[in-house]
Each structure stands twice: as structure tokens, then as C-alpha cells.
């Protein structure tokens, strides 16, 4: 996606296409940042009232990032006849909406919630509305553009994808689970049973029962619901995170709000027992709801009801999304893993880019980007025999934020980095981080046996250590003395983001290095930006949010460390720190470190100079 030119700052922002432009609350301080920084100084306390007060909370983070296999479309126009739309093959190939909603079963009494049965058999999930209520869905452009050319009526939203080799298989894949304990697991997804799968598969039941089991040990989950609400889950994406609010199950299912929470608290997991407690009611009360769930709902088992429950979730935060909510994930550069911490009930996402027979090679991303690593540093590093690995740290990406604190977001980081290690059975893993430095820093302080050569990138340096008070990072820099700002403008910016606000942004950080600036008109770059950061528009920031605190109150106390094999790099015209600012700060940190100073190299180094970074590992 191209923007304008550059044009001087106090015109820029009349010239941006509305929808690159931010909220007035952000877009001023890329319009006029010396401006915003100036009615910052002069009252600090009048700045923090007048933007907390203009946004007053309406602008929140809280779109879901889908995987686009997972869903299927079909488009009506007001005879009800079906209008020419490419679809999947699970999709029911109806001729008409009539045909539609006579194949369909009613879910929950709402006449736009159909469970309608696949050509394989499989019972989908489907909503459906007039077109005129969706134009606040974030349809993707393709199935927009058919509805806008086809004179479409209504449109119906299918939830399914394919189950084989698609991506519920994908995510179970992504559990480490072997060849069979994935096949039953995806079998129980389809079939809502293990008896069921194992006929599926043409395997004994007791094989089956001890797949599943297996699985269920590997994904430190408690029972086989919640197994697949884990599973089918992590197919979709990344939600919001009020995602399983019980009031959304209630009005979608036409459940009370007590079988709701009932509902939500078995498909996840919860013995019967374990729901009576946490509701409040007897467990003979809880056995009774879940039969008027089960019987009014048309499910045979808890496997099948956590299934529907992530669907229902699935259909309603989609018709929710708003126009520019990025939407949809990309598996093919996106490959997503998962684990689940020892409690059972947080999961960390990483990806591993291969190839297997590789050096590992840690890709830690900074306090403002989630894992998606930038494509020319992968390519670089697999040339050279190295196998990257990203994970992403509490409270970013679709990793949970579990114990991340302001006061200490590193423990629990480092603890899902050595689980993942472990998984992996990687004893020692070399590190190139790009302003991720304190994390790294904590890590090879608290494991230093695992960490490897190391290779840090524009490493941030504290605020009250950075004399760098210029353009757009400058300003943030004060502003983010306040703490109450740190998370509100993360919000902000999070709800908004974009490929087009993504590269206004990106231009207005960078102004004045001329090889940053061109870095900007290559779309790659503005692509893997977009990748980077748009997992915070699902509102999963607060491990950016902690991050920044550290960095802005300097709060993190780095003691001296043996580094031999780490290298710091540095880009000689980087925007937000100054060549002396890191040696100052850094270079006590680390003193056996080399330190390297890139001619030219500004703030983008993993994707300007991906070779020179590779070599220095």
C-alpha cells in the first residue's frame, strides 16, 4: 500500500488519505511532533488531562486476527438465489437461501444462527445478515468487491475450514503432538468423540483413548474438551481478550447467563465439580443446566460444545470487527506453534521458520512488535545454515500475558523461552535481538548456560539515558514519563493500526535518514511492519505496555555481564538513540562486547542490513 509523498510537516497531515490518518489524539503528534512536545513541557499535567479526556476511552484495541481458512462465504441477492463467489469445498453447496435454511438447524432460537451439516458430514456454524448491517464487517477485499458487484441481499459467514490438512490440523501440529496423537485429536474435533474418531480413523477405541490421553498430557490440558477448545481456538487466530465473555455465549446461544457460564467453564476444561464451585451452585445444578444446553443446543458430548462455543465466539467477533481491523492472518509467512504453560491454561506462541537440520538462532523482537520476523533477515540467516526461531513474550502476539508485571515483565518471558527450548531440545541457542537488549540481558543473566553468541540491534537504551529528543520518538520519549500515557497511547495506536497508518508512521519516525526513507517504498518492509504489530489491534499489549514502563523509568538495573560473543550494532543516523547514548549506557553493561557502528544505518537494520547482521553471529 503506497502513500503520498512527503510533504513538510505542517501540510503532511491534510494530505494523508483518511484512512491512513490516526484518531486527532495520535495524528498531532506526527503532524506536529516538536508542537505536542512543546504543550507537554509547559503543562505535563494539562497534556495527560486534555488526551485522556478528548479520547475519553472510546478508542480500544480489540479486533480479532483470524486465519481466513477457517471461514467461509456466501453471498444472496434479494430473490435469495446465490451469487457466483469462489468457496471451499466444506462450504454446503446450496443453489439458494431457501435451500440454505431448510438444511439448517436453529441454534439457540436465533434465526440468523444455523448449524447446517458439510458435504463430509461435519455440522458447520453459520450466521447470516443483510448486506446493509455489514458494512462495518471487515469482509476481506475480494468478498467485499463481489457483494458490491453482484447486487448481494444478505451474506452468510460459515465457520468450519477445512479439518485435514487445513488449519485445525495445522494447529495441532503446533502442540508437538506426534503423527496419532494428532489424527485423534483432529478425528475428536470433526466427530466430537473419541469413539467416533477411532471409527473415522479405523483404529481401535482403546489406541484412540490413549492417543488422546497422550495429547492431553503434551498439552497440559485436563480432559478432551478441553483439549479441542485449545485446539480450535488456536486454528482461528487470536481473539480479543474478553473473548469468552459469558454474555456473548448468552445472546448468541439464547442461553441464560448462568448455563453460559456453566458452558464456557466445561468447554474448558472444568470438571463438573471445579463449575459448581467457581458458579456459586451444587454440581447436581450444574449437571442439570448442562442437559438443557446439551438438548436445547442439539450436542451429544463436551467436545462438541467446546467446538461451538469457539465458533459462536468466532461469528460474533467477526460481524462485530470495524472497517480497518487488519483481520486475517497470512499461515504461509506466519507459521504459528504453540505451547501451554505448566497451569494449563496460558499458551505461548512461536514460530519456528526451519529448516530443522539448522544453527538455532533466537529472533527476540522488540517492546513495540510481536515474533513476525522481517523476511530478508530470515532469508539471510536460513542462506547461512541458521534456523530462526521467534517467540513471543507474555502479552504479545497470541501468547498470554499471564504474571507479566510492570515491575517484572522478564521472569515470566524467560521462563516460556526456556520451556520452548526444552521443547525443542535446544540446550543453547544464539540470540539476535533488534531493542529487545533488557530482556535479553535478563535472560542470559538468570540462564547463562543457555544463551549462545549474541547480537544486539539498535539495543533501547533508558529514557533518562537518551539525549535523542527529536521528531515524533523524541516526543514519545517525554510523554511516556507519565505512566498513565504509556498504555493509553499503546491503545490508541493499537485500535487504529493499518498498512497505511503503519507506513505514515513508519515515515514519520525515520524522517531524515534518507536510506530509512527509502526502506519505506519498498511495500515488503511495510508488509512485515504490519505483520509485526498488528497482533496488538486484538487488544494483547500489556507485555509492550510493561515493557515500556522499564524502559521509561529506567527501573530495570542491567549489572555487568561476561560477554565475550555478544556484538552491539548500532546505525550511526538511528532516529530514537544516539551512537554515545548506547556506548554510555551499554558499554559497562557489557565491556567484553564488540561493538560495531553501521555508516548510514538507521533504525530498521534487520531490514536494510539483514547480510551484515548474519555475519556478526
Not at 533477515?377 to 502476539?397: K, M, S, T, V, Y
Request: glycine share 8%; net charge neutral.
Amino acid at each position: 500500500m503506497r502513500m503520498l509523498d512527503m510533504v513538510p510537516t505542517a501540510k503532511w497531515g491534510s494530505c494523508l488519505k483518511k484512512d491512513a490518518r490516526f484518531a486527532p489524539v495520535f495524528q498531532r503528534l506526527i503532524d506536529a511532533p516538536e508542537e505536542s512536545l512543546a504543550a507537554l513541557r509547559a503543562d505535563p499535567a494539562g497534556f495527560e488531562d486534555r488526551a485522556l479526556a478528548e479520547e475519553k476511552g472510546a478508542i480500544q484495541a480489540n479486533a480479532p486476527l483470524f486465519d481466513q481458512r477457517m471461514l467461509g462465504f456466501m453471498l444472496f441477492d434479494a430473490d435469495g438465489g446465490r451469487l457466483p463467489l469462489a468457496a471451499p469445498d466444506w462450504v454446503p453447496p446450496v443453489e439458494n437461501f431457501a435451500a440454505l435454511e431448510d438444511r439448517g438447524v436453529r441454534r439457540g432460537g436465533s434465526p440468523r444462527f444455523l448449524a447446517v451439516e458439510a458435504p463430509d458430514g461435519r455440522m458447520l456454524h453459520l450466521f447470516w445478515a443483510p448486506i446493509a448491517e455489514t458494512t462495518d464487517w471487515n469482509l476481506p477485499a475480494r468478498i467485499r468487491a463481489a457483494a458490491d458487484a453482484g447486487a448481494a441481499d444478505r451474506i452468510a459467514l460459515v465457520t468450519g475450514g477445512d479439518v485435514d490438512e487445513g488449519p485445525i490440523d495445522a494447529a495441532a501440529r503446533g502442540f508437538n503432538l506426534t503423527d496419532l496423537e494428532r489424527r485423534v485429536v483432529v478425528g475428536v474435533v470433526r466427530t466430537g468423540n473419541g469413539r467416533a474418531a477411532a471409527a473415522l480413523l479405523g483404529i481401535a477405541y482403546s489406541t484412540a483413548r490413549e492417543a488422546l490421553a497422550a495429547a492431553a498430557r503434551k498439552m497440559r490440558q485436563p480432559n478432551m474438551p478441553a483439549v479441542v477448545h485449545t485446539v480450535v481456538a488456536a486454528a482461528f487466530g487470536i481473539f480479543p481478550e474478553d473473548f469468552n465473555a459469558a454474555g456473548l455465549l448468552a445472546d448468541m446461544l439464547q442461553l441464560s447467563e448462568r448455563q453460559a457460564q456453566i458452558a464456557l467453564l466445561v468447554a474448558t476444561g472444568l470438571s463438573r465439580e471445579e463449575t459448581a464451585r467457581a458458579v456459586g451452585v451444587s454440581a447436581a445444578v450444574v449437571k442439570k443446566e448442562l442437559e438443557l444446553v446439551f438438548g436445547n443446543l442439539g450436542l451429544g458430548s463436551a467436545a462438541e460444545l467446546s467446538r461451538l462455543i469457539v465458533e459462536v465466539q468466532a461469528l460474533r467477533l467477526f460481524a462485530r470487527s470495524t472497517d480497518g481491523a487488519p483481520g486475517f492472518i497470512d499461515p504461509a509467512i506466519e507459521p504459528s506453534r504453540f505451547a501451554v504453560r505448566p497451569n494449563g491454561r496460558e499458551t505461548i506462541a512461536w514460530s519456528d521458520y526451519g529448516p530443522a537440520s539448522g544453527k538455532p538462532v533466537l529472533i527476540v523482537h522488540s517492546n513495540w512488535s510481536c515474533r513476525a520476523a522481517p523476511r530478508p533477515l530470515l532469508r539471510a540467516l536460513q542462506r547461512r545454515g541458521w534456523r530462526p526461531i521467534a517467540i513471543d513474550r507474555p502479552g504479545f502476539g497470541a501468547t498470554h500475558p499471564g504474571r507479566s508485571t510492570p515491575q517484572d515483565p522478564f521472569t515470566p518471558a524467560i521462563e516460556d523461552t526456556l520451556q520452548i527450548l526444552d521443547l525443542l531440545n535446544i540446550r543453547r541457542a544464539a540470540i539476535l535481538a533488534r531493542a529487545g537488549a533488557f530482556y535479553v540481558h535478563a535472560l542470559k543473566s538468570a540462564a547463562p548456560d543457555r544463551v549462545g553468541p549474541v547480537v544486539l540491534v539498535s539495543p533501547t537504551v533508558p529514557t533518562a539515558a537518551s539525549t535523542r529528543r527529536r521528531g515524533i520518538m523524541g516526543t514519545m520519549k517525554d510523554i511516556f514519563q507519565r505512566p498513565q500515557l504509556i498504555e493509553f497511547y499503546f491503545r490508541v495506536i493499537s485500535a487504529q493500526l493499518t498498512a497505511a497508518r503503519i507506513e505514515q508512521l513508519t515515515r514519520a519516525i525515520v524522517k531524515g535518514n534518507a536510506g530509512d526513507t527509502a526502506l519505506c517504498d519498498d511495500p515488503e518492509f511495510i508488509r512485515d511492519r504490519f505483520r509485526a504489530v498488528r497482533p496488538f489491534t486484538t487488544g494483547n499489549l500489556v507485555g509492550g505496555i510493561n515493557e515500556q514502563v522499564v524502559i521509561s523509568s529506567g527501573s530495570y538495573a542491567a549489572a555487568p555481564l561476561s560477554a565475550t560473543d555478544w556484538t552491539v550494532v548500532h546505525g550511526d543516523n538511528d532516529s530514537h538513540n544516539s551512537v554515545a547514548d548506547v556506548d554510555n549506557y551499554w558499554r559497562p553493561v557489557v565491556p567484553s562486547a564488540s561493538f560495531v557502528r553501521l555508516a548510514g544505518g538507521g533504525r530498521f537494520l534487520t531490514s536494510s542490513h539483514p547480510e551484515a547482521l548474519v555475519d556478526l553471529l
